[in-house]
């Protein structure tokens, strides 16, 4: 009997705490919603396992916070700011900017969609947030994942694991959160508005304008270029069609192995004992009411172009200001077929989405510099 009790001694089961069994639950039931409703699950599929790996007792700590393990390694990246940055590099060499060169008044819905990142950050100051907690937990509204591990790793990394799954978990559940928004501010018949075709644009256009946007921002918005600067660099490589080598190893190759790593690591963060309390709670609901301003944002600001363009602009695309591309774009196109089968408004939301990565990425740029 005493061999027996040694031995169990030794398992992980005699220090598993109640703590550590709701943390493995909640990772097992975020696998479940990666792999069986495949709700985002590039990113909540790694961030899962990651914050398994960190919730299972008996390990040496493979989590991040003792010096020597792997992860604790592989976590530098984030710690330093590294993985974001290339993240948007792969996706500006995976976007095309057309819709929204093709119509610049995008960017104003891309703008009024960062409601969100503000209304939240408010919220979270009159909760008791520090400043620098708050415009971590605003940044949750942009809808941007890399964005918000970037500017939570500046000025709160104590509380980059919640932000983290927060943000990632509110862009997979994109396609439930908008829709029933969407509809609540909207009419049927501004539903309906089907849109005129997109000018084309041309080449010489696509060139130039990651090229402008990046002096004009970092101009502005220093503290912006390393998101910016990658983003705009992915796309000047992608539209200048003369290194697709480096096009298809951006997007394909580098952008998964990166989003691996950065996804289990950041999972690893959230161990029960920084995870299970009432702050992260509170930037658990405040992540939702970010997410859901961001979105309302957009959709008023729709409507107040639809009406002054004489009801040619269908407000929904407003809801695509956010920046979880292309999905919010995807739901935008989604909803609009429901009412009118004809409808297509995916390419015109995409000008929004599109705004709403540069919008998200000069927001953070303006809390580093006030919060730094």
Same mark, same amino acid.
């Given at each position: 009997?005493?061999?027996?009790?040694?031995?169990?001694?030794?398992?992980?089961?005699? /220090? +598993?705490?109640?703590?550590?069994?709701?943390?493995?639950?909640?990772?097992?039931?975020?696998?479940?919603? %990666?792999?069986?409703?495949?709700?985002?699950?590039?990113?909540?599929?790694?961030?899962? @396992? $990651?914050?398994? +790996?960190?919730?299972?007792?008996?390990?040496?700590?493979?989590?991040?916070?003792?010096?020597?393990?792997?992860?604790?390694?592989?976590?530098?990246?984030?710690?330093?700011?590294?993985?974001?940055?290339?993240?948007?590099?792969?996706?500006?060499?995976?976007?095309?900017?057309?819709?929204?060169?093709?119509?610049?008044?995008?960017?104003?819905?891309?703008?009024?969609?960062?409601?969100?990142?503000?209304?939240?950050?408010?919220?979270?100051?009159?909760?008791?947030? #520090?400043?620098?907690?708050?415009?971590?937990?605003?940044?949750?509204?942009?809808?941007?994942?890399?964005?918000? &591990?970037?500017?939570?790793?500046?000025?709160?990394?104590?509380? +980059?694991?919640?932000?983290?799954?927060?943000?990632?978990?509110?862009?997979?559940?994109?396609?439930? &959160?908008?829709?029933?928004? &969407?509809?609540?501010? #909207? #009419?049927?018949?501004?539903?309906?508005?089907?849109?005129?075709? +997109?000018?084309?644009?041309?080449?010489?256009?696509?060139?130039? @304008?990651?090229?402008?946007?990046?002096?004009?921002?970092?101009?502005?918005?220093?503290?912006?270029?390393?998101?910016?600067?990658?983003?705009?660099?992915?796309?000047?490589?992608?539209?200048?069609?003369?290194?697709?080598?480096?096009?298809?190893? %951006?997007?394909?190759?580098?952008?998964?192995?990166?989003?691996?790593?950065?996804?289990?690591?950041?999972?690893?963060?959230?161990?029960?004992?920084?995870?299970?309390?009432?702050?992260?709670?509170?930037?658990?609901?405040?992540?939702?009411?970010?997410?859901?301003?961001?979105?309302?944002?957009?959709?008023?600001?729709?409507?107040?172009?639809?009406?002054?363009?004489?009801?040619?602009?269908?407000? /929904?695309? $407003?809801?695509?200001?956010?920046?979880?591309?292309?999905?919010?774009?995807?739901?935008?196109?989604?909803?609009?077929?429901?009412?009118?089968?004809?409808?297509?408004?995916?390419?015109?939301?995409?000008?929004?989405?599109?705004? $709403?990565?540069?919008?998200?990425?000069? %927001?953070?740029?303006?809390?580093?510099?006030?919060?730094?």
């Amino acid at each position: 009997m005493n061999l027996l009790n040694t031995l169990y001694g030794t398992t992980g089961l005699s /220090m +598993l705490t109640f703590q550590q069994t709701i943390m493995i639950i909640v990772a097992l039931l975020l696998l479940y919603l %990666a792999i069986k409703r495949e709700y985002e699950p590039y990113l909540l599929l790694p961030i899962a @396992f $990651g914050m398994l +790996l960190a919730n299972l007792p008996g390990v040496p700590n493979e989590g991040i916070m003792e010096k020597g393990g792997l992860l604790y390694y592989l976590y530098q990246g984030v710690k330093l700011g590294i993985y974001p940055p290339l993240i948007f590099l792969a996706i500006g060499a995976s976007t095309d900017f057309g819709p929204l060169i093709a119509n610049p008044k995008s960017l104003l819905l891309g703008a009024a969609a960062q409601l969100g990142i503000f209304t939240a950050f408010i919220g979270a100051i009159l909760l008791g947030f #520090t400043g620098k907690e708050a415009a971590s937990i605003g940044i949750i509204g942009g809808a941007d994942g890399p964005t918000a &591990i970037y500017t939570t790793s500046k000025l709160a990394p104590h509380m +980059l694991g919640p932000i983290a799954v927060a943000a990632y978990s509110y862009m997979a559940l994109v396609p439930v &959160i908008q829709p029933p928004i &969407i509809k609540l501010l #909207t #009419t049927k018949k501004e539903r309906q508005i089907k849109m005129i075709q +997109l000018r084309e644009v041309s080449k010489k256009e696509k060139i130039i @304008f990651p090229i402008v946007v990046t002096i004009l921002v970092i101009l502005l918005v220093p503290s912006a270029a390393s998101l910016i600067g990658m983003l705009m660099l992915g796309n000047l490589i992608k539209e200048s069609e003369v290194v697709p080598n480096l096009v298809d190893h %951006a997007r394909g190759a580098m952008l998964y192995i990166i989003t691996i790593v950065l996804g289990t690591t950041v999972g690893a963060t959230a161990n029960a004992q920084t995870f299970l309390n009432v702050k992260t709670l509170g930037i658990i609901a405040l992540g939702l009411f970010a997410f859901a301003m961001g979105t309302v944002g957009g959709v008023l600001f729709g409507k107040i172009m639809c009406k002054f363009s004489g009801g040619k602009i269908n407000p /929904m695309i $407003g809801a695509a200001g956010v920046s979880a591309v292309p999905m919010a774009a995807r739901v935008v196109q989604k909803v609009g077929q429901e009412e009118n089968p004809s409808n297509f408004l995916l390419m015109h939301a995409m000008g929004p989405n599109v705004a $709403g990565v540069i919008g998200s990425a000069v %927001a953070a740029g303006a809390l580093l510099i006030i919060f730094k």
